[in-house]
Structure formats: C-alpha cells, structure tokens
C-alpha cells in the first residue's frame, strides 16, 4: 500500500551580508559572491528592505547552485548590510537579463539561417570548429562592453563596441547591419590578429620574442556556464596543454566573468599542476596604425593603449575606430613587459594587390608572467570610440586605467553571518 503523500515544509534560511568599501572613493557595481551549499534554490536578496536583483549560478553543471552573486553601488568608505534569505523551494527569481552570454552550431544554409544554440562545445586539436561555430566563438556582454573567445588555437578575445548602454549581440550577432548600426547597435571593433586580443594568455618564446597558443592539446571544451542579471561566465578548457618539451602536459581551465556594470573582465586561470618556470604572456592588440598605439605603463603590471585603425582587414567591410585597450596583472605574477610585431611599419594598412585586402600585422604589448603555483588571475578591459558614455580621448582612458588599478587592489571586503 501507497502513502497517501508526504507534507514537505520548505527549509528557509537567513543571512546577513555585510559589504564594507575599503576603498578612499564611491565604487560603481561592486560585485558580491555567496557560496552555497547546493540546497537552496531559490533566493531573495534586499537592502534596506528594497530587492536587489541576484543570480543563482550552477557551475559544475551538477544541478545544484554553487554561487549566489549581485552588484551594488557604494560611497566612500560605505558599510553595506544585505538579507539574503535562501530556501530550497522554488525556482531563481526573475530578473531583467542585463548580462548575455551564447554558443551556437552555425547553420551553412544560404536561407533561413537558424543557428542552434549549445551550451559547450568540445572538439580534439585535430579539428578546427572556427567556420563551424556561430559566431566564431563564445561570446559574453553586459551593456557596456562585449567581448567573444575565439574557437581555435589562439582563443583570442575579440572586442564589440556599444553605441549605447545596452546588450544588442543577441540581436546583431557580433555583425550588425547598416540599418542596426545606423539605429544604435554596436561592431565589432578590434583586429586581433593572431594576438591575444584583448587580453588572452598564452605561453611566451622567449628566444622568437613570440607568444606560444594552443596548439599542441588533447581536446579544447569552450562553455557558457551562467548569464543573467548579474554576470556572464565563460568557461575554457585546454586538456594536456604542452607549450614546451620541457613541460609535462597540464590542463588550463580559464575563466572569464563579466558583471553588469563593468567594462573590465576578471580572468582566473587554474593549471592542473604547479607550473615554475614556464613563460607566459598576457596583453593586448598593439593597434594596427603605421605608428603603433600609444601605449601607457607602470611596469608592475598595468599595460594600456589608445589607438586608430582599420577593425578588420576588408575596408569594403569593416571601418576605422579608435580603441583603448588594458590589463592589469597582480604584482606577484609579472615578470616584465615586451612588444612584438610581424610586418614592417611601412607596410601596415596598405592594400595587398594579390588578395585585394589590407595588410594587418599582428602585433601586441605584451606583460610577461609567471607562477610558481597553479594559478594567475588578472583583468583586461577594453573602450571605443563608438561609446555615446566612454572616453574622449588616450588621457582620459589612461587615468581611467590607472584609477581601475588603484579600486582593484582595495577589494571591497565582505562578511556573511548566519
């Protein structure tokens, strides 16, 4: 005989967030992360009894929530106090979606293109998905910036302009049209070339002044693991990397998060096992101008550039826009900086008469890194000329920079108490 039913009481619990500003000026969308335990699924979050947008997060794909995370705006020297109350009955409350993220499996149909969205997408270093995936790679925006990891070796990250502070890739696809352009969308902006793009690592040749990609892997998994109101997560997997003979294959899992609100990317990388002694190199696109970007440093790993050029090496296609480009790696990973190039300045952004396209060098600023651990975290961030809200001009973006280097090194400290 059946029971008739079981009364199941949702299992509620309370905790109090405290989020103090440690730094001496008022921070824009300072994010906020909760662990959880894997029970709750759903949450609600307040401040001073008002709601206060949030996103549950699964990040290992294993069904249960691993992360609760927001955004808030602080003063100088502020105290924050947050109820978050979780219950294991549910599901997470609906926010509007400020952060987007996607993959799809590109659709080769001449009509009727209908390109099916995945989640990840896993391939062998035999294969190359760069035509297969839409659009090129992942991709991860809020209403500022977007940005997408390319599905290839080099898995540089390539940089989409705002017009206006609002998310439009789900509806350009990275390739606006004149007509979305000329109504407020955004474009792609930014020649990467085989380069880091924005802010890509690598491993780095010392002997060839050359960063090494990845090339010699078992497989690559690039994964879009959460987006929503709060932040964009992506994911990237190299299995049994192996840059140098001298190094035993190590897996790389990096991961890229994007919060609403922010320009700039935290990037985390996590190796299998220790690396010491293996060369790496983080940077940016030295802007493809004859002249070279004007560039700004100070040396303990804050590299940024502000220059003009062609976004794409077609000008029937793409135009000309000026970019400010940065990162900025902890003092305890940088080891120095460098700059490379493959094309002689006076050939830069002339007309190829056999392919009938420009010729674009690849060429970048280069942080050198290095851990003795299993891992490195860093930022890169990017502005454009197209920004209705950016930066007029090299000045203002490199004080921007230097200021974002300052609010980065004063993290805003945060205390959970049940």
Known sequence: MLAAGINAVAAEKTMTVSVANTYAGQRKAVPVVVALDGTATSALVTLDG?????????????????????????????????????????????????????????DRAAKNQKHIPINSVTFPKSSNPYQYIFPHGAVMENDMVGFRAYCDHRQSIDYYGHQQLKADIAETAFYPTEEQKAAGAGDDVLWTGSTFGCGTMHAWDAKKGWTIMYNNVRNTTVEVVAAGAVRTVLRLTNRAWQPVESLKPVDVVTTYTLYAGHRDVQVDVRFSHPVEGLPLAVGTVDIADPKGAEEHSDCKGLRACWGSAWAGNNPKVYGIHTVGLAVNVPEQYYKGETRFSDMEKEKIGTLNEKSGKLNMPNQALADIVGTDGDRINYWFAATCDLE??????????????????????????VIISE
């Open 388 to 413: 209705s809200f950016g930066f007029k001009d090299s000045k203002a973006w490199f004080d921007h920079v230097d200021q974002w280097k300052k609010e980065l090194a004063s993290p805003a400290t």
């Open 50 to 106: 008002k709601e206060i947008p949030c996103q549950m997060d699964d990040l290992n794909d294993d069904g249960l929530y691993d992360e609760l995370s927001f955004v808030t705006d602080m003063k100088k020297k502020e105290m924050q106090t947050f109820k978050v109350m979780l219950s294991d009955e549910g599901t997470p409350r609906e926010y509007p979606a400020v952060c987007y993220g996607a993959i799809a499996i590109r």
